[in-house]
């Protein structure tokens, strides 16, 4: 492509020249031309070297579909390769973050970049450090035509992270840190992270370590790896698994390394541990997603000085996110409608996720573990988290200065930690200000643990907007260069130092329905059937008289069962007067119902056409007395008597999965199986919970089973989650069944779906389900109802298994 052909622009082609790159040859000017051959459907744009003020020679060929290939020719008269040079691939779940893949020189793709915004609307360059594309928001072919100038056509794949800055111009100190960090090609990839994903982290470092300790011509990024996972303490790590189960999972949007375990069972040291292994993992990531491998091969490596150079600067640059997150206010927010209804803007929904959104995304190397508080219509936010373990921090750094090798003593460490701290907290003080335009002022704390009390606030910083817009937006910037001994930002911080109110939120948006006595908006009286707080509460008063005979007659029922039967009979024929007179009573039309917990009470309406009904609660004991007179006919194997005293259980509690429980045991003694799959296939249309709806899977299967529709039931056996208390029992019966058919395989996931899809049935949890809780914790956050918005949130993260919606559920607590 030396000889590249020249075509000429005429006056009225659409054109724009970039401004200069900093990686671009001196004298020459780049950037984009449109349809200067005609209309080409596929084509965004060309890329192009400007020649002269008329002409242009092709550089490359930006696709509508995200691929960009080099061309010296228009693709009218040449073909394009069948793979392109760059691409940018979406991410799965939210189509605003991404990331630019190149072409290696092995033929395979590798991810240089990330990149947030829309193809539709403005994209930029996601960076730890700025950059050309960092700084501009461009349209999607200009966007892609300048990433693929900077990554395919100025790069040089031997200095790749160095740049092509002029040496003349540099300190010895800084040719000699450009020098450390030049990529050198290996002779062979290397994974340095091989089996982290699937054996158990104690096996995985002790693997990493031996591998390396038996090759030869070690590479910089594979010395620095034994470094750093040599200075955990395997023995005690070993002694930590016995304790408790670990598992390590990969958070892809902000690119770090998660260690799940149970704390309970954990002693604060052994939490720290855990904590400083699990940066050490993420210092180690960072490296290695700076240098453009992420989790794959290793084709390129720094020097194991500069690699420590990386992993010092990766510590240092948390700041740097601060422009950026201010820049996103304007963004759409991707949580704004999670069912069929969007949330206030500006209000308490969209701060709150736009909030949990961000720190979720943050690339912060040790552990972020935060809870934070929000009074919208005041214009306040808190937030607080852990402080940083010391020994997270870096036991040895390469002066490059002086070209040599230093120990980290304690009381350095100590220091790089409170000012790694510091950091932090400018970041998330300036996450507040990007949650929200009406926020206002924010409140930024510390915490350390202090053993039974759970943690202890060591330091507490308050900003205002304008304060921190006008004075410390411009530091922020500027502390990756600042050495992290003197402890600049922590000084800075030092005039921010004030106390925080003990609560910035009114108690009435954390009061139990029962205490709650305010009249719910139009909006969620219609989805949620009542018309004030108090009507959705489900939890008896502890000292409620009808309960404690429940409890005195199951006492009885141990040395006169017959006498406790009468007992719990005249108790149920009693309460269902109660019941009948309050029905009679009501101005319009009602139902009484039976709910278990808060969250049944919240699905209770997908089953109720007539919005004007008001659901009355029924009292526990009522419940409890009918559950008991079915146990007893259960006993003594009468099932047919059973029968109708568990429908009426049933028709008490239709939302309850443990009244379609035991509707369908009675059921399935009876052998009555047509029955039992309406009662399963109704539980399942209202079924949120993976045991639930493992249980009515394999009920559903057996009786499917019993009924010769073997196809229905191999698929509802296929559905039954694994790992649940059925899934054992579900797998057993399931080859049984495929023996009788003749099946060798089992349908995929995905056959059985479209199978049960065909017979009627939606997997659950049904949209009808999902959007009913979705725009009830909308709207009742929106409003200020938190106490019963926290259990549609919750069960939303249990189903979607969103950290954010696990973030906004701990901030209405």
């Given at each position: 492509?030396?000889?590249?052909?020249t075509?000429?622009?005429?006056?009225?082609?659409?054109?724009k020249?970039?401004?200069?790159?900093?990686?671009q040859?001196?004298?020459?000017?780049?950037?984009?031309?449109?349809?200067?051959?005609?209309?080409?459907?596929?084509?965004?744009?060309?890329?192009?070297?400007?020649?002269?003020?008329?002409?242009?020679?092709?550089?490359?060929y930006?696709?509508v579909?995200?691929?960009?290939?080099?061309?010296?020719?228009?693709?009218?008269?040449?073909?394009l390769?069948d793979d392109?040079?760059?691409?940018l691939?979406l991410?799965?779940?939210?189509s605003?973050?991404?990331?630019?893949a190149?072409r290696?020189?092995d033929?395979?793709?590798?991810?240089?970049?990330r990149?947030i915004?829309?193809p539709?609307?403005?994209?930029r360059?996601?960076?730890?450090?700025?950059?050309?594309?960092?700084?501009?928001?461009l349209?999607?072919?200009?966007?892609?035509?300048?990433?693929?100038?900077?990554?395919?056509?100025?790069?040089?794949?031997e200095?790749?992270?160095?740049?092509?800055?002029d040496?003349?111009?540099?300190?010895?100190?800084?040719?000699?840190a450009?020098?450390k960090?030049?990529?050198?090609?290996?002779p062979?990839?290397?994974?340095?992270?091989l089996?982290f994903?699937?054996?158990?982290?104690?096996?995985a470092i002790?693997?990493?370590?031996y591998?390396?300790?038996?090759t030869?011509?070690?590479?910089?990024?594979?010395r620095?790896?034994?470094?750093?996972?040599g200075?955990?303490?395997?023995?005690r790590?070993?002694?930590?698994?016995?304790?408790t189960?670990?598992?390590?999972?990969?958070?892809?949007?902000?690119?770090?390394?998660?260690?799940n375990?149970?704390?309970?069972?954990?002693?604060?040291?052994e939490?720290?541990?855990?904590f400083?292994?699990?940066?050490?993992?993420?210092r180690?990531?960072?490296?290695?997603?700076r240098?453009?491998?992420?989790?794959?091969?290793?084709?390129?490596?720094?020097s194991?000085e500069?690699?420590?150079?990386?992993?010092l600067?990766?510590?240092?640059?948390?700041?740097?996110?601060?422009?950026?997150?201010?820049?996103?206010?304007?963004n759409?927010?991707?949580?704004?409608?999670?069912g069929?209804?969007?949330?206030?803007?500006?209000?308490?929904?969209?701060?709150?996720t736009?909030?949990?959104?961000?720190?979720?995304a943050?690339?912060?190397?040790t552990r972020?573990?935060?809870?934070?508080?929000?009074?919208?219509?005041?214009?306040?936010?808190?937030?607080?988290?852990?402080r940083?373990?010391?020994?997270a921090?870096?036991q040895?750094e390469?002066?490059?200065?002086?070209?040599?090798?230093?120990?980290?003593?304690?009381p350095?460490?100590?220091?790089w930690?409170?000012?790694h701290?510091?950091?932090?907290?400018?970041t998330?003080?300036?996450a507040?200000?990007?949650?929200?335009a009406?926020?206002?002022?924010?409140?930024?704390?510390i915490?350390a643990?202090?053993?039974?009390?759970?943690?202890?606030?060591?330091e507490?910083?308050?900003?205002?907007?304008?304060?921190?817009?006008?004075?410390?937006v411009?530091?922020?910037?500027?502390?990756?260069?600042?050495?992290?001994?003197?402890m600049p930002?922590?000084?800075?911080?030092?005039a921010?130092?004030?106390?925080?109110p003990?609560?910035i939120?009114?108690?009435?948006?954390?009061?139990?329905?029962?205490d709650?006595?305010?009249?719910l908006?139009?909006?969620l009286?219609?989805?949620?059937l009542?018309?004030?707080?108090?009507?959705?509460?489900?939890?008896?008063?502890?000292?409620?008289?009808y309960v404690?005979?429940?409890?005195?007659?199951?006492?009885?029922?141990k040395?006169?069962?017959?006498?406790?039967f009468?007992?719990?009979?005249?108790?149920?024929?009693?309460?269902?007067?109660?019941?009948?007179?309050?029905?009679?009573l009501?101005?319009?039309?009602v139902?009484?119902?039976?709910?278990?917990n808060?969250?049944v009470?919240?699905?209770?309406?997908?089953?109720?056409?007539?919005?004007?009904?008001?659901i009355?609660?029924?009292?526990?004991?009522?419940?409890?007395a009918?559950?008991?007179?079915?146990?007893?006919?259960a006993e003594?194997?009468?099932f047919?008597?059973?029968?109708?005293e568990?429908?009426?259980?049933?028709?008490?509690?239709?939302?309850?999965m443990?009244?379609?429980?035991?509707?369908i045991?009675?059921?399935a003694?009876?052998?009555?199986?047509?029955?039992?799959?309406?009662v399963?296939?109704?539980?399942?249309r209202?079924?949120?919970?993976r045991?639930?709806?493992?249980?009515l899977?394999?009920?559903?299967?057996?009786?499917?089973?019993?009924?010769?529709q073997?196809?229905?039931?191999?698929?509802?056996?296929r559905?039954?989650?694994?790992?649940?208390?059925s899934?054992?029992?579900a797998q057993?019966?399931m080859?049984?069944?495929?023996?009788?058919?003749g099946?060798?395989?089992p349908?995929?996931?995905?056959?059985?779906?479209?199978?049960?899809?065909?017979?009627?049935?939606?997997?659950?949890p049904?949209?009808?389900?999902?959007?009913?809780?979705?725009?009830?914790?909308?709207?009742?956050?929106?409003?200020?109802?938190?106490?019963?918005?926290r259990?549609?949130?919750?069960?939303?993260?249990?189903?979607?298994?969103?950290d954010?919606?696990?973030s906004?559920?701990?901030?209405?607590?």
């Amino acid at each position: 492509m030396a000889e590249r052909p020249t075509y000429k622009l005429r006056f009225l082609d659409p054109n724009k020249r970039f401004p200069a790159m900093p990686e671009q040859p001196a004298g020459r000017s780049y950037g984009v031309v449109w349809k200067l051959f005609g209309e080409d459907p596929h084509e965004s744009c060309y890329v192009v070297e400007f020649v002269g003020k008329s002409h242009v020679s092709l550089l490359g060929y930006v696709s509508v579909s995200g691929e960009v290939y080099k061309v010296d020719r228009p693709v009218n008269e040449i073909s394009l390769p069948d793979d392109p040079d760059m691409q940018l691939i979406l991410d799965k779940s939210d189509s605003n973050i991404g990331e630019i893949a190149v072409r290696g020189t092995d033929g395979t793709m590798h991810s240089r970049a990330r990149v947030i915004g829309s193809p539709e609307g403005t994209m930029r360059e996601q960076s730890d450090c700025e950059t050309w594309n960092s700084t501009r928001g461009l349209r999607y072919g200009e966007f892609m035509a300048s990433m693929f100038l900077r990554y395919v056509i100025f790069a040089d794949s031997e200095n790749a992270v160095s740049g092509t800055a002029d040496g003349d111009d540099l300190d010895e100190g800084m040719k000699n840190a450009i020098d450390k960090i030049k990529l050198v090609k290996l002779p062979e990839p290397v994974e340095v992270l091989l089996g982290f994903d699937s054996t158990p982290l104690p096996d995985a470092i002790e693997t990493l370590l031996y591998r390396i300790d038996h090759t030869d011509n070690l590479s910089g990024i594979e010395r620095y790896a034994a470094a750093l996972m040599g200075e955990i303490n395997l023995p005690r790590l070993r002694t930590i698994a016995a304790k408790t189960e670990m598992s390590l999972a990969r958070i892809d949007r902000s690119r770090l390394f998660y260690l799940n375990f149970d704390r309970s069972l954990l002693d604060q040291d052994e939490i720290d541990t855990l904590f400083a292994v699990e940066c050490r993992l993420n210092r180690l990531s960072g490296i290695l997603e700076r240098i453009g491998a992420g989790l794959g091969p290793v084709a390129s490596s720094p020097s194991f000085e500069g690699c420590s150079l990386f992993d010092l600067w990766h510590i240092s640059k948390t700041t740097n996110d601060v422009s950026r997150l201010l820049e996103t206010l304007s963004n759409d927010n991707p949580w704004a409608k999670p069912g069929t209804v969007a949330c206030q803007p500006g209000g308490e929904w969209d701060v709150r996720t736009r909030f949990a959104r961000i720190v979720e995304a943050l690339n912060v190397v040790t552990r972020l573990d935060y809870t934070y508080r929000a009074n919208v219509a005041e214009g306040i936010m808190l937030v607080r988290f852990g402080r940083t373990v010391v020994d997270a921090m870096p036991q040895r750094e390469y002066d490059a200065q002086d070209d040599a090798w230093r120990e980290v003593d304690e009381p350095k460490r100590a220091a790089w930690a409170t000012e790694h701290d510091a950091r932090i907290a400018l970041t998330l003080a300036a996450a507040c200000f990007a949650s929200g335009a009406r926020i206002t002022h924010c409140y930024v704390q510390i915490a350390a643990s202090d053993g039974e009390q759970g943690e202890r606030v060591v330091e507490t910083y308050s900003f205002g907007r304008a304060a921190y817009l006008a004075d410390c937006v411009s530091v922020a910037k500027d502390l990756e260069s600042m050495d992290m001994d003197n402890m600049p930002c922590k000084h800075l911080l030092e005039a921010y130092e004030a106390d925080a109110p003990d609560m910035i939120e009114p108690a009435e948006v954390h009061a139990r329905p029962r205490d709650d006595h305010r009249p719910l908006p139009p909006a969620l009286r219609e989805l949620l059937l009542a018309d004030t707080a108090d009507e959705l509460e489900v939890m008896e008063e502890d000292d409620d008289p009808y309960v404690a005979r429940v409890v005195e007659l199951r006492e009885q029922s141990k040395v006169d069962r017959a006498g406790a039967f009468e007992g719990f009979s005249r108790l149920v024929e009693e309460l269902e007067a109660k019941c009948t007179v309050a029905e009679l009573l009501a101005t319009g039309p009602v139902r009484t119902q039976f709910c278990d917990n808060q969250l049944v009470r919240m699905v209770l309406p997908v089953m109720e056409e007539d919005r004007s009904v008001r659901i009355l609660r029924a009292p526990d004991a009522l419940y409890f007395a009918q559950h008991e007179i079915c146990s007893f006919y259960a006993e003594q194997e009468n099932f047919e008597r059973a029968l109708p005293e568990v429908r009426r259980l049933y028709d008490l509690a239709r939302s309850s999965m443990q009244s379609h429980f035991a509707l369908i045991n009675v059921l399935a003694r009876l052998e009555r199986y047509d029955e039992i799959i309406e009662v399963a296939r109704h539980g399942l249309r209202i079924a949120s919970d993976r045991p639930s709806i493992g249980y009515l899977f394999y009920r559903l299967a057996f009786a499917y089973w019993n009924c010769d529709q073997l196809e229905l039931a191999l698929a509802c056996y296929r559905l039954v989650p694994r790992g649940e208390e059925s899934g054992g029992s579900a797998q057993e019966e399931m080859q049984g069944l495929m023996n009788e058919m003749g099946v060798i395989k089992p349908p995929t996931f995905e056959e059985a779906v479209e199978t049960i899809r065909k017979a009627g049935l939606g997997l659950p949890p049904v949209p009808a389900v999902t959007n009913q809780l979705a725009d009830a914790a909308v709207q009742l956050v929106d409003n200020g109802f938190f106490f019963l918005a926290r259990g549609c949130i919750y069960q939303m993260w249990r189903t979607m298994g969103n950290d954010e919606l696990g973030s906004l559920n701990r901030s209405l607590g």
